[in-house]
């Protein structure tokens, strides 16, 4: 079974191809983690098309499930956690998302020569990320009225037996040595998660922790310590992110309004228990929740951007950078699409080339800016990417002053070669019938140029 692309430059929509990858992924991973390794996406754009989305969905639940449904305890009723404290606990969810991955591919990618693998950074977050799909969606067991607990530990077992699939294959080992190399890699995540897990709960305790709504206060001091609370975890969130103050600011806000809206449900929901109805101020509270968290994923999206507050470039003005033919090959079809969603937009244009003897190319460029603050993450970590075997090879090289990943399948010929100019725009190159030379020229031949005279177009 073949699964689409879920980088920017598929032809097919982002949700489309993001649920047949999910749907694969759970499904039939045997058959996905080949198609997954062959894949040229990078760390930013695997976090753009992918763990964000999920990342967001089963934070959103989670919050859903312990502060609107509650958690039914025998013989105690139903408890919910306060919006406030839930509220924290979605953004520090995802912060632990988006970081955790990071470190489970950095375990990944560390404990690959124990196992006789090879070291690739950059396979070892794509096998974090994917492996994490079943347990990301298992969280909408969290909404179901019973045995919720059983199903969640049931999917994260099926997470690691993924992942177990995976790492032979995406991390060029050997398959005697899976269930070694899994298993160390659970422990080793285990033990980090702890001390990522210390440091989470640390900042929730600075911002005010989970008893501080016990404390009797007035609707002003509530009012006031609210806000303080969601300036200083929209900060946290921004600097790990790399954001700017617009982009904190913007979190703290949001992250106030959901908290002020869960407030007034509290209220609404008060008054329901006491009179029969709610109160006639308190009736748009619901809708009112709805339109707070939507900002609050907004908010999310944009801080993703980091100190890049940066419109995408339109996509027409990088379909206009595709040349008429490129090395030797006439293109036989030029397109570009503008993709908008969680509070982040993103453009590409796609260009396909076709030579006399039957070889083929096919150009990308796409304006990531969107997730230009996780490109910067990711690019802040040490890794390095040079492995060989008879069928091909796969290595980091500097052409024209920029950092390439070059990969290269000698039995099909197949080629692929990616590199990032300033930071923003995701320049690919896909090969087939061609040796690694012809993609080589081809992205000499290009004027990268025109990309790093757009470095800051489209402030915002």
């Known amino acids: 079974m073949n699964s689409p692309s879920i980088t920017p430059s598929h032809s097919d929509s982002g949700t489309s191809a993001l649920i047949g990858r999910v749907k694969n992924m759970v499904l039939t991973p045997k058959t996905e983690w080949p198609i997954v390794e062959r894949e040229p996406?990078?760390?930013?754009?695997?976090y753009f098309s992918y763990v964000v989305p999920l990342a967001l969905l089963a934070a959103v639940l989670a919050f859903i499930h312990v502060t609107l449904i509650g958690v039914h305890v025998p013989f105690g009723g139903t408890i919910r956690q306060p919006v406030i404290t839930g509220l924290m606990s979605l953004v520090m969810t995802l912060v632990g998302?988006?970081?955790?991955?990071?470190?489970?591919?950095?375990?990944?990618?560390?404990?690959?020569?124990?196992?006789?693998?090879?070291?690739?950074?950059?396979?070892?977050?794509?096998?974090?990320?994917?492996?994490?799909?079943?347990?990301?969606?298992?969280?909408?067991?969290?909404?179901l009225p019973a045995f919720s607990t059983l199903l969640q530990l049931a999917a994260d077992c099926y997470a690691v037996y993924v992942l177990y699939l995976g790492l032979p294959i995406m991390m060029h080992g050997k398959q005697e040595?899976?269930?070694?190399?899994?298993?160390?890699?659970?422990?080793?995540?285990?033990?980090?998660?702890?001390?990522?897990?210390?440091?989470?709960?640390?900042?929730?305790?600075?911002?005010?922790?989970?008893?501080?709504?016990?404390?009797?206060?007035?609707?002003?001091?509530?009012?006031?310590?609210?806000?303080?609370?969601?300036?200083?975890?929209?900060?946290?969130l921004g600097n790990m992110l790399g954001t700017d103050d617009k982009g904190k600011q913007d979190l703290g806000n949001a992250l106030s309004k959901v908290a002020a809206a869960g407030d007034a449900m509290e209220k609404s929901t008060h008054a329901e228990a006491g009179t029969g109805k709610p109160a006639t101020n308190d009736a748009a509270a619901p809708q009112d929740a709805g339109q707070a968290v939507g900002g609050l994923v907004a908010a999310l999206g944009g801080a993703l951007?980091?100190?890049?507050?940066?419109a995408p470039v339109d996509f027409q003005t990088l379909k206009g950078m595709l040349p008429a033919s490129l090395a030797g090959m006439d293109r036989t079809h030029a397109a570009g699409e503008a993709k908008q969603g969680l509070?982040?937009?993103a453009t590409n244009a796609r260009g396909t080339y076709q030579g006399s003897d039957g070889s083929?190319?096919?150009l990308t460029i796409a304006d990531a800016s969107a997730v230009s603050g996780l490109m910067e993450m990711a690019e802040a970590l040490p890794q390095t990417t040079n492995s060989?075997?008879?069928?091909?090879?796969?290595?980091?090289?500097?052409?024209?002053?920029?950092?390439v990943h070059e990969k290269y399948d000698t039995h099909s010929r197949h080629a692929e070669l990616q590199t990032i100019v300033a930071k923003r725009f995701a320049v690919e190159l896909t090969g087939n019938g061609v040796d690694m030379a012809t993609l080589e020229s081809a992205l000499g031949s290009l004027d990268l140029g025109q990309l790093e005279a757009l470095k800051d177009a489209n402030p915002k």
Request: proline share 2%; glycine share 14%.
């Open 305 to 310: 951007g980091g100190s890049h507050r940066v």
């Open 360 to 362: 083929s190319l096919e």
């Open 388 to 403: 060989e075997s008879d069928s091909g090879y796969e290595k980091d090289v500097m052409l024209g002053g920029h950092k």
């Open 343 to 345: 509070g982040m937009q």
């Open 177 to 236: 040595k899976a269930a070694g190399y899994t298993a160390t890699v659970v422990i080793c995540t285990i033990v980090l998660g702890f001390v990522l897990g210390a440091v989470i709960g640390g900042v929730g305790i600075a911002t005010g922790g989970a008893l501080a709504h016990l404390m009797p206060t007035s609707e002003a001091t509530k009012a006031a310590e609210r806000e303080q609370a969601a300036a200083t975890v929209g900060n946290v």
């Open 41 to 46: 996406t990078s760390i930013g754009q695997l």
């Open 97 to 143: 998302a988006f970081i955790g991955l990071l470190i489970v591919g950095l375990v990944i990618n560390v404990l690959a020569p124990t196992f006789g693998a090879v070291r690739d950074l950059r396979q070892a977050v794509k096998t974090a990320a994917y492996a994490a799909t079943p347990a990301w969606v298992g969280s909408l067991f969290g909404l």
